[in-house]
């Protein structure tokens, strides 16, 4: 699964209501039946079009064009003397994907490790008409993680709208022409769990907002710090005081004014990854974000979480 994405909004101003969401981009990542690589990348704003390449550096690379069928998508690959080479069929919910020889006599099946793309998403109101482009991630252990974080995606990409409605002008010229773009690290991707954080950067001001996720595969859901300890563990002491010590000896080597930020900072953002708990400060413009790691040994006799607690056991 790809660990980065971007994504873009771009507000302008029309006197028109109404809502609606349109699929534009999307890129698969597997392999055909019998181990060879396949990357490919979709445009479907009206025209479809795009690549699709082979091996594992993508060495080999054709052009795509296709069209819409009941059930999905026939594209047509191209060599670059733009002779038909084979076609590739694949379904509305990209998990299922066949290519085949221009003659049809060979048909192989491809299995995609990752199903990722961009949305458009429009949020219109009497000031204000603002056009979303912002990744769309289906998890192919999973659907219901890519729905819940297009959630998380859409909740700020609407709170960016309604600051817009609030703050703007019924005058044209006084409207807001804003630019966001958020970042997507996934920090850990295990068969049980993913956990990671998306950042959220305004050039209307000096604000970046900071979002984590873990979410447990087996049980279809995201993990707060309740869930994730044992009940009958002070977890939030534990921290204050784990908190406390960190920022201490990072204080040690910081400037005057990294000093005064970093007493101020909560460290309240957290997610996993291999070696353990890391806690992450907002990001700051001047300083960037700081963070810091407890490892799974320090803690694990006191996490009842079943598929973290699991994660842990198999990396001993």
Known sequence: MRILYTISFLFLSLLNYGQEEISDLFFLEG???????????????????????????GDVEFTLEGERTENGYLLYEF????????????????????????????????????????????????????????????????????????????????????????NGSDLPSN???????????????????????????????????TLTYTYDRDKKEMLGLSQIFKKNFNYSFFLKQYISQKKEKMKTVLTPLETKWINAAPFHHYVLTSSGLQFLSDYNTIFGRKSFTIPYHEVSSSIGQKSISNYIKKRK
């Open 79 to 166: 060599n670059i003397d733009h002779s038909l080479s084979g076609f590739i069929e694949l379904s509305s919910d990209k998990k299922k994907c066949v290519w085949n020889s221009v003659d049809y006599k060979t048909n192989i099946p491809v299995n995609f490790s990752n199903r990722e793309g961009n949305s458009s998403y429009y949020f219109v109101s009497h000031q204000s008409y603002i056009a979303v482009s912002y990744p769309r991630v289906d998890d192919t252990f999973d659907d219901k993680f890519g729905k819940k974080i297009n959630s998380i995606i859409r909740n700020v990409a609407e709170s960016y709208g309604v600051a817009e409605i609030e």
């Open 175 to 209: 409207r807001f022409k804003q630019r966001t773009l958020a970042v997507n690290k996934v920090t850990l991707n295990s068969e049980k769990l993913i956990s990671g954080h998306l950042t959220f950067y305004d050039n209307q001001t000096s604000d970046v907002k």
């Open 31 to 57: 392999e055909l039946y019998g181990g060879l690589p396949l990357q490919l990348s979709v445009h479907t704003d009206g025209e479809i079009y795009g690549y699709s390449k082979y091996g594992s550096n």
